[in-house]
């Protein structure tokens, strides 16, 4: 008899889990609430386990065909003066490379492969105890739950679990920035203040800023009111 899994959320983990679900033989259905594969401005970087599993899963193509080798990190300070160098070099040597991927890229490459059911447009949520899809109760063999901080199927193992607020707010995004594209990826530190810039392949730049408590509390609220966590 055939094994139904079902996914709840079509991001990189729900993908990801699909692929290997169907490697051990599942029918898999994946439930999407968005109408369409988000693509927000955001950047990764994938580690060599990260990149290991992808081609344990027979996805190492999809890491090649999207992925920029990273051959060096370094934490600055604001003066822009180096605090630390990460050893790349090493690390590659002994477990492979640092890689940085553009996130909708990596995402769309992950559902082009994958040949089970995806089903956008699906609300999954809890009513009296019965996790359901569009007002219909999900019966399978396996639920796994890939679907973000607001988690319908965390609610229905761990009811009354809650994200909450520890005091930053971020922007991320991605630009084209051509022959500015940075060499290497980096951090600059400040009080309560981070801003990143990690170099992806076809010429763009992933960025991010962040701000935390250390800004003064008065500052944060403003920007929790402002600010979005994907640009």
Known sequence: MDRLAVVVGAGIAGLASAHALSHLGYDVCVLE???????????????????R??????????VAATAHTV???????????VLT???????????GSLVSVHRAD???ALYERFRGETRFGVDVHMTDGVLQASGEAITADLIVGADGIASAVR???????APRLVGYAAWRGVVL???????????????GQRFGLVPLRGDH???????????????LGSVRKLAPTDS
């Not at 609430?33 to 060599?48: D, K, N, V, Y």
């Not at 609610?155 to 679990?161: Q, W």
């Not at 730049?205 to 500052?219: I, K, P, Q, R």
């Open 33 to 51: 609430r968005e109408p369409q594969l988000r693509s927000e401005g955001a950047g990764l970087t994938l580690w060599p386990n990260a990149t």
């Open 53 to 62: 599993a992808l081609e344990e899963l027979g996805l190492g193509d999809v």
């Open 71 to 81: 051959g060096e990190a370094v934490t600055l300070d604001p003066t822009g003066s």
């Open 85 to 95: 160098t990460m050893p790349l070099d090493r690390i590659a040597e002994r477990f």
């Open 106 to 108: 990596l995402l769309e």
């Open 155 to 161: 609610d229905a193992v761990a009811p009354g679990v």
């Open 177 to 191: 920035s051509g022959h500015w594209t940075p060499k290497r990826a980096s951090e600059t530190i400040g009080r």
């Open 205 to 219: 730049t992933y960025w991010f800023a962040v701000l935390g408590d250390g800004v003064g509390s008065e500052n």
